[in-house]
Structures are given as structure tokens and as C-alpha cells.
């Protein structure tokens, strides 16, 4: 229908998807059996079932609420090959919707804190991203994601380990981010990694103004985020918003996302026109697209069909999402 087929074909580059993000029902299921790990049917009737896992998705009632499930559900990824084949199947389902490039997140800290190596974790993810390039031709970003509900000194842990590795100057892991929750912890519990991370250039971003008041996102470009993930709150504050404008600073949005964590009603609330009016640079992004009823294209289709944008405004929105990718100018250059 109306320009869907022109979504489909345009080359899109997805910039926010956590790969725990996933973790469709079944997969949770086939992997629980495959590790023999107990899904907590007994306390959570959820998990009786993959339809009634399912169907459980569709009532989320809050960020934290999602969190639950999107923490128990990782729980059963424990080989290098689970996870390996983890975001191959995200990166077939990416190329399928016409994305050419992936920054992708992960949390480590969570599976590092249930005893998987740190190693076993990035080696893993990493195969899944190589095959993505060499299959199917998909740029790929890794970026290891800070978790919020966790002590900071469980961050600091995953930092000294991926620092000591050496992944970012071999160019395996490709920045920082962080996320979960976000109203409650101290805003800027990450200065001290996000202090050194900068010192060191390594490119930073931050969930940031998606259940929390704008204050979040100023505290994030404070301690040296170069993007903010989701940001929907910015429009609160029109003087931030000239300032994200000006510099630039894209923001990962995610509508599906942000209508089944109830940050807006519908996809008709997110700011999108205010945006682009603003001149202010977004991507349009899954999130967990397992969890929310739709990969990428289904988020650029759903955008259309509530704002009704021009081929002239997507046009844009496209090349803002590949000016704004963490590529070289070569590999920009290809996308454009
Ligand atoms: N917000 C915060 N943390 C997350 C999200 C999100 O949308 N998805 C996965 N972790
Ligand atoms: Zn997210």
C-alpha cells in the first residue's frame, strides 16, 4: 500500500536493536531445551507456553515491566554458538528488510554476571557479525551496552574486561552505550567510564529522554554521548532541542517501541513532523523486535502511515541515518 514498497526498497540503516532484543518466544523456548535451563513457569504463567509468552508481550506496562522479560529471557543463551546464531538470525531478518547497515547493542554485564565469559559473549556476537558481512554484504557495529538496574561496579567490571581485550582497537567492539532503566538511578552513573571512554575516542551514545524528562538527554551529552537513543522527550525542552539541532546529534527513535512501553499512545504521538521540522537528524529503529511486534520495516511502514511523509522527507530521513552511522566516508559513500 501507500509507499510501503518504497520503504522496502530503500536502503535503511538501523542504528538502534539490541541483539537479546531478538529473542523471539520460540527462540527462548529452543533454547531453554537446548541448555536445559528451567524457564520460571512455576512463578510466572507466562512462561506456561510460547503463545501465552506471546501474548504477554502485547500488555507491557512500562519500560521496567519489559525489562523482566527481556532479562529472564537472555538467561538462556549460554554457548558461543547461542549467541553467534542469536544475531545471525537478527542480521537475515535486517538484510531481508533492506538494511545494508547494523550498530547493533549488547549487555554484557548481564550474562557475565550468570558466569559466561566476557570472551565467550563478544566471540559469539562477533561471529554473527562477520558472517552478516561476508554473506550479506550488511556493514556491522558492535556496541556493548552498560545496564542501569545493575551496580556500577558491575560496569566498571565488563569496562576493565573490554578494555583489556583490546576489541575496540582491533575493531571489534565499536563504542559504548547504556540503557534499562531510566528514571530512578543517578543520571550520570556512568561518568567515570564515559570520562575515560572519551579520553580514549571511543564513540559514545546513551538511552536517554524515552520514560525520562529531558534532563536525562543534557546529562548524557554532558558526560560525552554523541547520540541518544530514543530522546522522544527532547520536544519538552525547546532550548536542548535547538541546541541537538545545531550540533547535530542524531537521535535513535524507535515508534513500536515506544507504543508498547506506553511512552506514547500511538505512533501518531511520536514527534516525528516536530522533528524534521526542528531540522533536528533522527533514524527510525527496532529496539527489540522480538518483543514489540515488528522489525525495522515494520517501523518505517507503521511511521507512514501515521505521519504521511513525502519521498523527499524519507529521502532524507535515509541519508541522515547513513551521514550519522559510525562508518568511514568510503563505506558512506557506497550507502548513499
Ligand atoms: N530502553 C531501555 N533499555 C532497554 C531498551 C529500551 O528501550 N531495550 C532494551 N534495553
Ligand atoms: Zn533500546
Redesign the pocket.
Known amino acids: 500500500s501507500d509507499l510501503h514498497d518504497f520503504l522496502h526498497g530503500l536502503p535503511k540503516c538501523e542504528h538502534?536493536v539490541?541483539l537479546e532484543g531478538c529473542m523471539s518466544p520460540e527462540l527462548i523456548f529452543e533454547l531453554a531445551q537446548r541448555n536445559g535451563i528451567e524457564l520460571p513457569a512455576a512463578t510466572n504463567p507466562a512462561y506456561a507456553s510460547i503463545a501465552a509468552l506471546s501474548a504477554r508481550y502485547e500488555h507491557f506496562t512500562s519500560l521496567d515491566d519489559f525489562l523482566s522479560f527481556y532479562f529472564q529471557g537472555m538467561d538462556v543463551l549460554c554457548n558461543q554458538a547461542d549467541f553467534a546464531d542469536l544475531a545471525w538470525w537478527y542480521f537475515q531478518k535486517a538484510h531481508a528488510d533492506g538494511v545494508h547497515h547494523a550498530e547493533v547493542?549488547f549487555d554484557p554485564q548481564v550474562h557475565q554476571d550468570r558466569g559466561i565469559p566476557y570472551e565467550t559473549i563478544v566471540a559469539g556476537f562477533s561471529e554473527g557479525c562477520k558472517r552478516a558481512e561476508r554473506e550479506l554484504g550488511i556493514s556491522t557495529r558492535l556496541i556493548l551496552c552498560f545496564v542501569r538496574h545493575l551496580p556500577v561496579d558491575s560496569a566498571q567490571k565488563v569496562y576493565e574486561r573490554f578494555l583489556a581485550s583490546g576489541h575496540f582497537e582491533a575493531g571489534v567492539v565499536h563504542g559504548l552505550g547504556w540503557?534499562s532503566t531510566e528514571v530512578g538511578p543517578p543520571k550520570d552513573m556512568y561518568r567515570a567510564q564515559y570520562t575515560d571512554a572519551k579520553t580514549k575516542g571511543i564513540p559514545l551514545t546513551a538511552?536517554a529522554g524515552e520514560e525520562g524528562d529531558p534532563s536525562h538527554i543534557s546529562v548524557a551529552l554532558e558526560l560525552g554521548a554523541q547520540r541518544i537513543?530514543h530522546g522522544i522527550r527532547l520536544i519538552e525542552d525547546p532550548e536542548l532541542m535547538k541546541r541537538i539541532a545545531k550540533e547535530g546529534i542524531l537521535l535513535t527513535v524507535?515508534p513500536l517501541s515506544n507504543v508498547r512501553l506506553r511512552c506514547v499512545k500511538k505512533v501518531e504521538e511520536v514527534p516525528i513532523r516536530r522533528f524534521l521540522e526542528a531540522g533536528i537528524k533522527f533514524s527510525i529503529n527496532s529496539?527489540?523486535p522480538a518483543y514489540f511486534g515488528g522489525y525495522i520495516l515494520d517501523n518505517y511502514c507503521a511511521v507512514q502511515d501515521a505521519h504521511k511523509l513525502s519521498v523527499l522527507e524519507w529521502r532524507i530521513i535515509a541519508e541522515n541515518s547513513v551521514q550519522e552511522s559510525w562508518i568511514p566516508n568510503e563505506r558512506k559513500a557506497e550507502l548513499l
Do not use: K, T
Open positions: 538502534h539490541h547493542f540503557s538511552h537513543d524507535c529496539d527489540d
